[in-house]
């Protein structure tokens, strides 16, 4: 009986250790400021806004289809006064539109959020999905992504964040600016 208990103990412990990481990768971090980026932008009555990223010397800009989707590219250009002009113009749309297409090889990400309600692990209808260095995700579930279980949270987890990145640089776009 004590052994069957001891067995028993050791599979609880080997599940938990197993759902851990998927419950964990469930916790969104762009969920809420996917949200507050949508209703900033639904306020401001805007579709479209960009920011610098200072961590990396890129930019980020974002197109917002209300109630639809968020759509959302990073990168860098060989020359950063194309994006700080674009920027200071308040021509964003512009500026994604660069980052699609002009940003150096190798910098570019891209998200496209579904609902604008943050990246989820695995989508009940359509799916969201990341592109970076090239390779695209769809997170519609590790099976159709054709990865081992744990790959796929890691990929989830690690876009997820950027991705949280990324919004709160644009939310800070959307806040008044103060005079020094």
């Known amino acids: 009986m004590m052994g069957k208990l001891v067995v028993a103990a050791g599979a609880a412990v080997l599940c938990g250790a197993v759902a851990v990481p998927f419950a ?9 400021l996917a949200k507050q980026l949508a209703q900033a932008l639904d306020a401001a009555k805007i579709e479209s806004i960009a920011a ?11 197109i917002y289809i209300p109630g639809t989707q968020l759509l959302v590219v990073s990168g860098a250009f060989d020359k950063p006064d ?3 002009h674009r920027i200071s113009k308040g021509e964003y749309r512009d500026l994604y539109m660069d980052l699609q297409g002009a940003s150096k090889a190798g910098t570019r990400c891209f998200a496209m959020d579904v609902s604008a309600n943050g990246l989820s692990v695995k989508a009940a209808d359509a799916a969201d999905s990341w592109e970076q260095a090239n390779k695209t995700i769809s997170f519609d ?23 949280a990145r ?8 959307t806040k008044p600016k103060t005079a020094n």
Do not use: C, H, N
């Open 24 to 32: 964990a990768a469930q916790e969104s971090k762009s969920a809420p």
């Open 52 to 62: 610098a990223d200072p961590s990396t010397g890129g930019f980020v800009a974002a």
């Open 82 to 84: 194309l994006g700080t």
């Open 141 to 163: 579930g590790w099976r159709k992504a054709k990865m081992s279980e744990e790959d796929y949270i890691k990929a989830y987890v690690q876009a997820d964040e950027l991705y």
């Open 166 to 173: 990324f919004l709160t640089l644009l939310l800070a776009q």
